[in-house]
């Protein structure tokens, strides 16, 4: 216990995430958890951190508990340098993008996560539903047009009842709007949650410890 609290004083728990990041099995449940993605929120390399914590061989358990980085929060200020791009169908690069195409390119560059390529695929996608009471920043929001028919459109939610997308060419592409909005609110159908802290268990890691 002694050795936990003088460790914990010299290596704090975001370069530990970073560890945790990269040793750990396979994501659970989704899948869609990018362990890349907390390495380099951090800064520092695994090289680094394990010169750090290194000392004379002997090892003890560490239980850390794994906190997510702010990836909702890289994936939206990237999305607000994108406003204005040109809606493209079929488009997933900035020269014009359809909304899959502009959700899965934030999500692919500022995460490392490669969402299902289309809103029906999304839709269908192995991740948790939220309710829309308790939607965050982050979250994927699903919609189809006024209630009638398959999903058709897809955007990331903001906070405060905001929205991001790659809303039309007639709308002016990548845009914000409000789910207040009539024609938004009516066509509403759900929402999906990607970054999700169920995916960040503890995780017991063989770390190497010093002498004291």
């Known amino acids: 216990m002694l050795m936990l609290k003088r460790l914990a004083s010299i290596v704090p728990i975001g370069l530990l995430i ?13 899948g869609f958890f990018a362990r890349e993605a907390a390495l380099s929120s951090t ?3 695994s090289q680094q951190l394990l010169s750090i914590i290194e000392d004379n061989g002997q090892t003890y358990n560490a239980l ?6 702010g990836l909702a929060d890289s994936i939206l200020s990237a999305g607000k340098e994108l406003i204005g ?23 692919k560059n500022q995460t490392g996560i490669v969402l299902p390529r289309t809103t029906r695929a999304m839709l269908a996608m192995n991740a948790t539903q939220v309710k829309r009471t308790e939607l ?14 398959p999903v058709s459109h897809v955007g990331i939610y903001m906070g405060n ?12 592409g990548v845009r914000i709007d409000s789910l207040t909005n009539s024609y938004w609110n ?10 999700e802290k169920s995916e960040a268990q503890p995780i017991l890691m063989n770390m190497p410890t010093a002498s004291f």
């Not at 970073?18 to 989704?30: D, E, F, I, R």
């Not at 965050?136 to 028919?149: H, Q, S, T």
């Not at 009842?161 to 002016?172: L, V």
Request: with cysteine.
């Open 64 to 69: 850390i508990s794994y906190e997510l980085p």
């Open 43 to 45: 800064g520092v390399d």
């Open 161 to 172: 009842n905001k929205f991001i997308h790659s809303g039309s060419r007639r709308s002016g």
């Open 18 to 30: 970073a560890l945790t990041a990269c040793t750990s099995a396979q994501p659970k449940k989704n």
């Open 85 to 107: 791009t040109p809606y493209r169908f079929g488009g997933t690069t900035t020269t014009g993008f359809d909304c899959s195409g502009f959700v899965g390119y934030l999500y």
């Open 136 to 149: 965050v920043p982050g979250d994927l929001i699903l919609f189809n047009k006024r209630g009638r028919g």
């Open 186 to 195: 009516a066509s509403y159908l759900q929402a999906k949650r990607v970054l």
